[in-house]
């Protein structure tokens, strides 16, 4: 069975800081892996998607996460946080391999301080 | 153009009534989710449709829980004799071809709360 884990339920940064969101999962083969962002009261939307292609993946706003099969992980990251980014960030997986179970994290939520 | 719509966006109901929550997905999508988000966790998997088939219905959580979505677009979530810990944020996503690998459109959400 799959599972994702995000380690930290909050993270705080300042605005121009390298902002770094955990994500591990676990799955038996490489799944598909998504990054997304709920800004307060909006609805989630996609930041990017790993889909067996490059293992960096860049998306919008400037974040980009890398796929690193070995430590099963699927970090996001953004070099300079802007005060805009302050939401919530769920990472989510998905089966490569038949099934369509999505399955997310319990969620981050980043604050960005003046 | 337009996103993904639920209704109600809010819903009161005393334990014991049948509810119905309404997903109107982003027309010619393929794919639709249903999701329940309880405060302070992440959307957990309900069901899933390709078309007017329930592909997976793994995470109903018991069968008071019924979804359809009989002509391939607008999707009804049904809970029946709903309970307090039913109370959840329940989402719907809609994605343009079958199978998980594609971007989901969320829906704003129907607030649940059962008293």
């Known amino acids: 069975a799959q599972s994702v884990t995000q380690l930290g339920s909050h993270v705080s940064v300042s605005e121009g800081a390298l902002v770094l969101l955990r994500c591990n999962y676990s799955?038996?083969?490489?799944?598909?892996l998504f990054w997304y962002v709920q800004y307060p009261n909006q609805g989630l939307q996609l930041l990017l998607k790993y889909t067996s292609a490059a293992t960096l993946v860049k998306g919008i706003n400037g974040f980009e996460a890398e796929f690193k099969k070995s430590e099963t992980s699927f970090h996001l990251t953004k070099p300079s946080a802007h005060m805009s980014d302050a939401a919530e960030y769920f990472c989510?997986?998905?089966?490569?391999?038949?099934?369509?179970?999505?399955?997310f994290g319990a969620g981050t939520r980043l604050f960005v301080k003046a | 153009g337009a996103g993904v719509s639920q209704s109600p966006r809010y819903k009161v109901a005393k334990r014991g009534q049948d509810v119905a929550l309404r997903c109107d997905p982003i027309?010619?999508?393929?794919?639709l989710f249903w999701y329940q988000q309880a405060l302070g966790q992440g959307p957990e998997f309900l069901t899933y449709f390709q078309n007017e088939a329930q592909l997976d219905k793994s995470g109903l959580p018991s069968d008071r829980f019924f979804a359809e979505r009989p002509e391939g677009s607008v999707s009804t979530l049904k809970i029946q004799r709903t309970q307090k810990e039913d109370s959840a944020v329940y989402l719907c996503?809609?994605?343009?071809?079958?199978?998980?690998?594609?971007?989901?459109?969320f829906g704003p959400g129907t607030r649940l709360t059962v008293l």
């Open positions: 027309s010619g999508h393929v794919s």
């Open positions: 996503a809609s994605s343009p071809a079958g199978g998980p690998v594609n971007e989901q459109f």
């Open positions: 799955s038996s083969v490489p799944p598909y």
């Open positions: 989510a997986v998905s089966p490569s391999t038949g099934g369509f179970k999505t399955i």
